[in-house]
């Protein structure tokens, strides 16, 4: 079993929508990276966060660290947000041996006109 | 600014050539990373260097080097090129630094896909 698990892998939806992708890890965390990845393109970070919420424009990151759950939430989805969503975890604590990324394998979001 | 600039974005080699991408950060961060991506997987790192002047092996090292040239630059290196290597290559920065190293929010190059034959 990996250990961030994300779901659900693929996505239709359309424009105008509401979406949540969920993010599930067994390790014990210091913080969670949600991460966009448009086809053929680079990655861009949309979210670091070790508790609670964030907000930025339509996106919105929520973590529960006792569930070890965390998912991304997109209001009003567009075509433009289409895109490969990847949720990366840092295990361990701040510094060690043990500190160390470990990223799930991607939701492909497809938003439909 | 430019964020992570990596070089080449497309390479295709032969069995066995060797080859060099190069990743240069101007957001003066202390740790990098060299990633590789594959259909089906997550990111998988390859190596990282915590500050400049250190190097450590990541997930998938082997068939790799790396250089930590500077602060700004960091290079990975297929000595040997083979098959299993094509992949799209990440590069990737944050702010990190030896006593946290994984820190930070994360900023990727742009990739380099691979492709060997």
């Known amino acids: 079993k990996n250990e961030v698990e994300q779901s659900p892998q693929n996505l239709t939806a359309q424009e105008g929508e509401f979406i949540t992708i969920n993010c599930s890890y067994s390790v014990g965390i210091s913080a969670l990276h949600w991460l966009q990845q448009h086809p053929g393109g680079g990655i861009v970070s949309l979210f670091m966060?070790?508790?609670g919420k964030k907000k930025h424009g339509r996106l919105i990151a929520t973590i529960n660290i006792q569930e070890k759950h965390s998912s991304l939430h997109i209001t009003a989805s567009h075509p433009r947000d289409s895109a490969v969503y990847i949720c990366a975890v840092r295990s361990g604590g701040l510094g060690g041996a043990t500190n160390k990324l470990i990223f799930g394998t991607g939701t492909l979001l497809a938003v439909q006109p | 600014n430019a964020g992570v600039t990596q070089t080449p974005k497309f390479q295709v080699l032969k069995t066995g050539q060797s080859m060099t991408l190069q990743c240069a950060q101007d957001?003066?961060?202390?740790?990098m990373y060299w990633y590789r991506q594959d259909p089906g997987m997550g990111l998988r790192l390859i190596y990282y260097s915590a500050s400049e002047g250190t190097t450590d092996k990541g997930e998938v090292p082997n068939g790799y080097n790396v250089s930590r040239l500077n602060k700004r630059e960091f290079s990975l290196r297929l000595e040997s090129a083979a098959p299993s290597q094509t992949s799209v290559y990440f590069c990737?920065?944050?702010?990190?630094?030896?006593?946290?190293?994984?820190?930070?929010?994360?900023?990727f190059g742009e990739g380099s896909r691979l492709t060997v034959l």
């Open positions: 966060l070790s508790s």
């Open positions: 957001m003066n961060h202390n740790s």
């Open positions: 990737a920065s944050s702010e990190g630094g030896r006593q946290f190293p994984h820190t930070g929010e994360l900023f």
